[in-house]
Every structure is written in C-alpha cells, then in structure tokens.
C-alpha cells in the first residue's frame, strides 16, 4: 500500500481521529483509511455499521429512565379494540 501525509489537519479532526482511533483500539491509520474510503463512497456495498462501541454505554440511572419511557408501549387501550 502506499502512503500518503496529510497536512493542515485542524486539531478538531485529529482529535477525533486519535479518540475513535483509541475507542476502537486500532490504529490512527486504519482509522484514517477506512473513513476516507467511505467517504469516498469505496466501502464494501451493503456494509452495516458497527455500533459496539455504543454497547453497554449507559449508566444504570439511564437505562432506568429509558426502561421507564417504554412501558406506554404494551399498555392495550381496550376501548380502541372493541
């Protein structure tokens, strides 16, 4: 493969980069790579997403409050029924 610098980076973007980079723990140039080729639209066709990283991430508080929004959701409205 061959190698390519980029310059002028702002200090948001390799933030990001380093951060993802750490989060996914792989390397700042896979990293790199893989977001230019999507970008570029180069991805593998029909690739899904991967969202671990967001697995597991809530606070027990969080996943209470959520728990709590979705009990509307099997309540059965028995006048709409009849």
Same mark, same amino acid.
């Given at each position: 493969?061959?190698?390519? @610098?980029?310059? =002028? ?9 380093? &951060?993802?980079?750490?989060?996914? +723990?792989? @390397?700042? @140039?896979?990293?790199? @790579?893989?977001?230019? $080729? &999507?970008?570029? +639209? ?5 690739? %899904?997403? =991967?969202?671990?990283? /967001?697995?597991?991430? #809530?606070?027990? &508080?969080?996943?209470? $409050? /959520?728990?709590?929004?979705? =009990?509307? /959701?099997? $309540?059965? =409205? +028995? &006048?709409? #029924? %009849?």
């Amino acid at each position: 493969m061959s190698q390519v @610098s980029i310059r =002028d980076l702002s200090p948001a973007v390799e933030a990001h980069l380093r &951060e993802r980079a750490r989060i996914e +723990g792989r @390397s700042l @140039s896979k990293v790199a @790579s893989e977001l230019l $080729a &999507e970008a570029l +639209g180069l991805g593998q066709a029909g690739k %899904k997403r =991967d969202l671990s990283r /967001f697995a597991a991430t #809530w606070t027990a &508080e969080e996943a209470a $409050a /959520f728990a709590a929004t979705q =009990d509307q /959701f099997s $309540a059965i =409205d +028995g &006048e709409v #029924w %009849k």
